[in-house]
């Protein structure tokens, strides 16, 4: 329920039905009508609103660090979803 998603923090366990593995490093916080997270390499952060059902992620920004196989793939498929 996206109406409940402020202050909460996930554990992302796949991206695009693909298993991330068990590394800690795959995690989305929402506070205060922001978005942080991290998909295995770079840190992200944005704002999130929501509209009835609907959760809406807005004007991300990562650190641009060079991320290596898989989390290059799981971060920019991550960012995607968000983005969409």
Request: aromatic letters at 10%; glycine letters at 16%; one cysteine or more.
């Amino acid at each position: 329920d996206v109406n409940r998603v402020e202050g909460t923090d996930w554990v992302v366990t796949a991206i695009n039905g693909r298993p991330t593995g068990s590394s800690p490093g795959y995690f989305l916080s929402f506070a205060r009508g922001a978005v942080s997270g991290k998909f295995g390499c770079n840190s992200f952060q944005g704002s999130f609103s929501n509209n009835g059902d609907h959760l809406f992620v807005e004007q991300l920004v990562a650190t641009e660090m060079a991320c290596g196989l898989p989390a290059g793939d799981f971060e920019r498929e991550g960012l995607e979803v968000l983005g969409s």
